[in-house]
T-cell receptor
Framework: SQTIHQWPATLVQPVGSPLSLECTVE??????LYWYRQAAGRGLQLLFY??????ISSEVPQNLSASRPQDRQFILSSKKLLLSDSGFYLC???????????FGPGTRLTVL | AQTVTQSQPEMSVQEAETVTLSCTYD???????LFWYKQPPSRQMILVIR??????QNATENRFSVNFQKAAKSFSLKISDSQLGDAAMYFC?????????FGTGTSLTVIP
């Protein structure tokens, strides 16, 4: 069966520090991968999605970036965090041949 | 651009009663999919129900059913015989072209 992992589960970082959130999927190959941000009391905002290694599409211009160094690994990064980057970050995957999306447990990021 | 609107930020229902959550969307596409996801306090996103736009028949999953009105671009979720475990944030989502678009969510409270 397929599983999706995210780490860390929680993170507290100072403004201006770098960020690296990791997402990995097990039990499948060539998944579509997604990063979402959920701000407090708001819906999910799609940040990045990837249909293959090295293929990243950005939905929202900002100080975040994403990379997909391996087929089942998706990384969200920032060189300098802003206060507005605080939120709940969700990674999701979907099989490339269907539209059903499966979510990871999320990372709660607090920028102080 | 595709947008998903959930006009009810909060709803409440008496246990064992029925509640309907509203969702409208805007699209120029003819081929797409619609979803309802549930996010309980654990923050884990759980798929509740899915509807293919080309299907006229409304999807049902046990106590959950949808009223899909394609011409009106409306996709409401009906929860019958509400249970305490149904308390959560509910997100309506639209999928097309490898991308998912989410509404801002409806917080459902179930009153014992």
């Amino acid at each position: 069966s397929q599983t999706i992992h995210q780490w860390p589960a929680t993170l507290v970082q100072p403004v201006g520090s770098p960020l690296s959130l990791e997402c990995t999927v097990e039990g499948t190959s060539n998944p579509n991968l997604y990063w979402y941000r959920q701000a407090a009391g708001r819906g999910l905002q799609l940040l990045f999605y990837s249909v293959g290694i090295g293929q990243i599409s950005s939905e929202v211009p900002q100080n975040l970036s994403a990379s997909r160094p391996q087929d089942r690994q998706f990384i969200l990064s920032s060189k300098k965090l802003l206060l507005s980057d605080s939120g709940f970050y969700l990674c999701a995957w979907s099989p490339s041949f269907t539209n059903e999306q499966f979510f990871g447990p999320g990372t709660r990021l607090t920028v102080l | 651009a595709q947008t998903v609107t959930q006009s009810q930020p909060e709803m409440s229902v008496q246990e064992a009663e029925t509640v309907t959550l509203s969702c409208t969307y805007d699209t120029s596409e003819s081929d797409y999919y619609l979803f309802w996801y549930k996010q309980p306090p654990s923050r884990q996103m759980i798929l509740v129900i899915r509807q293919e736009a080309y299907k006229q028949q409304n999807a049902t999953e046990n106590r959950f059913s949808v009223n899909f009105q394609k011409a009106a671009k409306s996709f409401s979720l009906k929860i019958s015989d509400s249970q305490l475990g149904d308390a959560a944030m509910y997100f309506c989502a639209y999928y097309t072209g490898n991308q998912f678009y989410f509404g801002t969510g409806t917080s459902l409270t179930v009153i014992p």
